[in-house]
Protein backbone atom coordinates (compact mmCIF):
# COMPACT_ATOMS: atom_id res chain seq x y z
CA UNK A 1 0.00 0.00 0.00
CA UNK A 2 1.58 3.37 -0.58
CA UNK A 3 0.26 6.59 0.65
CA UNK A 4 0.74 9.82 -1.58
CA UNK A 5 2.01 12.03 1.10
CA UNK A 6 5.05 9.75 1.24
CA UNK A 7 8.37 9.33 -0.78
CA UNK A 8 10.40 6.67 -0.96
CA UNK A 9 14.39 7.18 -0.88
CA UNK A 10 16.64 4.46 -2.13
CA UNK A 11 20.57 4.47 -1.63
CA UNK A 12 22.63 2.08 -3.39
CA UNK A 13 26.34 2.21 -1.44
CA UNK A 14 29.08 0.48 -3.17
CA UNK A 15 31.37 -1.10 -1.00
CA UNK A 16 34.64 -2.03 -2.76
CA UNK A 17 37.52 -1.39 -2.06
CA UNK A 18 38.14 1.94 -4.23
CA UNK A 19 35.38 3.49 -2.14
CA UNK A 20 37.19 3.03 0.84
CA UNK A 21 38.47 6.94 1.23
CA UNK A 22 35.14 8.48 0.82
CA UNK A 23 33.52 5.96 3.31
CA UNK A 24 33.30 8.74 5.88
CA UNK A 25 32.34 11.73 3.96
CA UNK A 26 30.01 9.56 2.49
CA UNK A 27 28.23 8.14 6.05
CA UNK A 28 28.53 11.93 6.88
CA UNK A 29 26.03 13.12 3.86
CA UNK A 30 23.89 10.69 4.10
CA UNK A 31 23.40 10.97 7.70
CA UNK A 32 22.87 14.88 6.71
CA UNK A 33 20.52 14.36 4.27
CA UNK A 34 18.54 11.77 6.37
CA UNK A 35 18.53 14.74 8.97
CA UNK A 36 17.13 17.42 6.77
CA UNK A 37 14.35 15.03 5.90
CA UNK A 38 13.07 13.96 8.56
CA UNK A 39 12.19 17.83 9.50
CA UNK A 40 8.55 18.40 9.88
CA UNK A 41 6.80 21.47 8.65
Excluded: H
Excluded at 3 to 30: H, N, W, Y
Aim: proline share 0%.
Amino acid sequence: MSRADLTDITLVLDRSGSMETVKESTITAFNEFVSSQIVVE
